[in-house]
């Protein structure tokens, strides 16, 4: 079955110990994101990679970091969480992110990540 | 860069009649526009793009309109159903862009 697997679902931990969110995706795609939910400000973009050692920032960046070492996965990592980033967390993924019909590849998400800082 | 304003934040209709809910963005470069899905505690789900070349787009009961020269597009839902309760997000990207900006969301409740 075609999916995003993000791990774990909920995650409740304490300000400035590090933790990593995984995430994994099995349709070969290039394109992989991190997306942060809250209430009214809708899905805001963390992070982006188009390709294997290829990453971007976007939106809101800080305090985050990615990796992209394998195609499959992209892991987002909290060198130091504060209770500002208590938030949902989804990966994402889509494919041909080079290919110029890449515009209307539509996002696969993950089931999502609910971290709490406290 | 794009910002994307999403109304109304809640919506509340009858079962049966339409909801309409309205998207403008800021940059005139963007033309593709998808709209997303989001039952409680689930992922969001593609419903419906269009693209900047098409003005309106039709799958069954969901619609989504564009007007490029206003920067407004719009999803309707004709004869709503209690599983049409959701969350719905619009976006919108720049061609071979990479970045998706979305909508703050809207939360509709379709009451039965």
């Known amino acids: 079955e075609a999916q995003v697997t993000q791990n774990p679902r909920y995650l409740i931990t304490v300000t400035g110990k590090k933790l990593t969110v995984t995430c994994s995706q099995n349709?070969?795609?290039?394109?992989m994101s991190w997306y942060r939910q809250d209430p009214g400000l809708g899905l805001r973009q963390i992070y982006y990679s188009m390709n294997v050692e290829v990453t971007d920032k976007g939106d809101v960046p800080e305090g985050y970091k990615v990796s992209r070492k394998e195609k499959r996965n992209f892991p987002l990592i909290l060198e130091s969480p504060s209770p500002n980033q208590t938030s949902l967390y989804f990966c994402?993924?889509?494919?041909?992110?080079?290919?110029?019909?890449?515009?209307?590849?539509?996002?696969?998400f993950g089931n999502g990540t609910r971290l709490t800082v406290t | 860069g794009e910002n994307v304003e999403q109304h109304p934040s809640t919506l509340s209709v009858q079962e049966g009649d339409s909801a309409v809910i309205k998207c403008t963005y800021s940059?005139?470069?963007?033309?593709?526009f998808p709209w997303y899905k989001q039952e409680l505690g689930k992922r969001p789900q593609l419903i419906i793009d269009i693209r900047s070349n098409v003005g309106e787009k039709k799958d069954q009961r969901i619609a989504v309109t564009l007007n490029k020269t206003a920067k407004h597009f719009s999803l309707h839902i004709t004869e709503t159903q209690p599983e049409d309760s959701a969350v719905y997000f619009c976006?919108?990207?720049?061609?071979?862009?990479?970045?998706?900006?979305f909508g703050g969301g809207t939360r509709l409740m379709v009451k039965p």
């Open positions: 976006a919108a990207r720049r061609n071979a862009g990479n970045m998706l900006t």
């Open positions: 994402a993924s889509r494919g041909q992110a080079v290919a110029q019909l890449s515009y209307n590849s539509p996002l696969h």
């Open positions: 349709m070969n795609h290039e394109y």
């Open positions: 940059d005139s470069a963007s033309n593709y």
